[in-house]
T-cell receptor, first 115, second 117 residues
Framework: GAGVSQSPSNKVTEKGKDVELRCDPISGHTALYWYRQSLGQGLEFLIYFQGNSAPDKSGLPSDRFSAERTGGSVSTLTIQRTQQEDSAVYLC?????????????FGPGTRLTVT | AQTVTQSQPEMSVQEAETVTLSCTYDTSENNYYLFWYKQPPSRQMILVIRQEAYKQQNATENRFSVNFQKAAKSFSLKISDSQLGDTAMYFCAFMWSEGTSYGKLTFGQGTILTVHP
């Protein structure tokens, strides 16, 4: 079946602009995660959605970052007023259920470059 | 908060030989999960192997096996009969089984493995 998809695969934006990154999880997966991969910080957790529960936003680095998950499926990560330090690969993952050691299936990522 | 440390930024191995990647972690929890993920140049993260902390038996998946030492908080990955397709960055990751950090992965810094023909 189809895996996790993300769009766009690459995004170049000017400093100060807003960007939206999209994630389509595997159908039937109730948990969805966003991670960020950068040279300086490695792989870091951003936000986690589990079913209808309030999302765990503890990894969002600033209030310029927000995410939504509509209808328990597609998720959008929005970065407002982008800064150069936001340049990174943004990875989305989904799993059948949250936690419990369930495998997280990752998408190919969106490479964001802020100029 | 838990931390995961991979002390080997880069490793190399000859095709068909065996290599071991190291990982240590720090947690005060008793119930958790540990993972090794592989990220080839295509950027797609793929699960290699998973270990449940309450299980004493080391996990094995074909050519991949782990040495899980709970008391030492060590979780190394052994790759036997290395293949060119094993060339990738390998991440060790930790997941709490309960509590406020339930579900999310904490990753180590990664080890770049190169398999030479």
């Amino acid at each position: 079946g189809a895996g996790v998809s993300q769009s766009p695969s690459n995004k170049v934006t000017e400093k100060g602009k807003d960007v939206e990154l999209r994630c389509d999880p595997i159908s039937g997966h109730t948990a969805l995660y966003w991670y960020r991969q950068s040279l300086g910080q490695g792989l870091e957790f951003l936000i986690y959605f589990q079913g209808n529960s309030a999302p765990d936003k503890s990894g969002l680095p600033s209030d310029r970052f927000s995410a939504e998950r509509t209808g328990g499926s597609v998720s959008t990560l929005t970065i407002q007023r982008t800064q150069q330090e936001d340049s990174a690969v943004y990875l989305c993952a989904s799993s059948f259920q949250g936690g419990r050691g369930h495998e997280q299936y990752f998408g190919p990522g969106t490479r964001l470059t802020v100029t | 908060a838990q931390t995961v440390t991979q002390s080997q930024p880069e490793m190399s191995v000859q095709e068909a030989e065996t290599v071991t990647l190291s990982c240590t972690y720090d947690t005060s929890e008793n119930n958790y999960y540990l993972f090794w993920y592989k990220q080839p140049p295509s950027r797609q993260m793929i699960l290699v192997i998973r270990q449940e902390a309450y299980k004493q038996q080391n996990a094995t998946e074909n050519r991949f096996s782990v040495n899980f030492q709970k008391a030492a908080k060590s979780f190394s990955l052994k790759i036997s009969d290395s293949q060119l397709g094993d060339t990738a960055m390998y991440f060790c990751a930790f997941m709490w089984s309960e509590g406020t950090s339930y579900g999310k992965l904490t990753f180590g810094q990664g080890t770049i493995l190169t398999v030479h023909p």
